[in-house]
T-cell receptor, first 116, second 113 residues
Framework: GAGVSQSPSNKVTEKGKDVELRCDPISGHTALYWYRQSLGQGLEFLIY????????KSGLPSDRFSAERTGGSVSTLTIQRTQQEDSAVYLCASSLVARAGTDTQYFGPGTRLTVL | KQEVTQIPAALSVPEGENLVLNCSFT??????LQWFRQDPGKGLTSLLLIQSSQREQTSGRLNASLDKSSGRSTLYIAASQPGDSATYLC????????????FGAGTRLFVKA
């Protein structure tokens, strides 16, 4: 079936504006992850969702960042009052099950966010 | 705190050479370890996943090993090809207190034709 999709592919915004990034996981995948990759940096875990369980938000860098997953499928990552240091590629991944020990993560192409 | 280190940071080899990429992690209480490749401007592609109870996984020309006690994993690429040129990332999922995945900074591989 189709892979993980993300939209938009590119987003340019002004400092102080809010942005929403969307992720459509692979159909049937119960686990969904958000990461960000800043220029020259490794991937940084942000948040993950597993079914109806409470999400693991331990990677969110500040309270300006939030995410939700509606109906156990599509997820939206929201960044409020964007700052220039938020500029990065935001990657979404999904896996069939997060707790099986065999949960290969499949990544989307990412959203490149540029905050001017 | 789990830290993942990849050595070397960059590697250039002639086509046909066998090579080894290294990954080390500080906390052996992991759930699994996964190797990915990332091509410029693109997302990540999963290569191999090793469960904490396993010692190695193979897929085609790729072989990944895991030694939890020493906190090390290696990715062996046989008979390298120019199409193998990419950044290779190692990721460790912790086994307690949630399932946060920690990535290494990657090894940038260039295979010369």
């Amino acid at each position: 079936g189709a892979g993980v999709s993300q939209s938009p592919s590119n987003k340019v915004t002004e400092k102080g504006k809010d942005v929403e990034l969307r992720c459509d996981p692979i159909s049937g995948h119960t686990a969904l992850y958000w990461y960000r990759q800043s220029l020259g940096q490794g991937l940084e875990f942000l948040i993950y969702f597993q079914g109806n369980s409470a999400p693991d938000k331990s990677g969110l860098p500040s309270d300006r960042f939030s995410a939700e997953r509606t109906g156990g499928s599509v997820s939206t990552l929201t960044i409020q009052r964007t700052q220039q240091e938020d500029s990065a590629v935001y990657l979404c991944a999904s896996s069939l099950v997060a707790r099986a020990g065999t949960d290969t993560q499949y990544f989307g192409p990412g959203t490149r966010l540029t905050v001017l | 705190k789990q830290e993942v280190t990849q050595i070397p940071a960059a590697l250039s080899v002639p086509e046909g050479e066998n090579l080894v990429l290294n990954c080390s992690f500080t906390d052996s209480a992991i759930y699994n370890l996964q190797w990915f490749r990332q091509d410029p401007g693109k997302g990540l592609t999963s290569l191999l996943l090793i469960q904490s109870s396993q010692r190695e996984q193979t897929s085609g020309r790729l072989n990944a090993s895991l030694d939890k006690s020493s906190g090390r994993s290696t990715l062996y690429i046989a008979a390298s090809q120019p199409g193998d040129s990419a950044t290779y990332l190692c990721a460790v999922r912790r086994g307690t207190g949630g399932f946060k995945t920690i990535f290494g900074a990657g090894t940038r591989l260039f295979v010369k034709a």
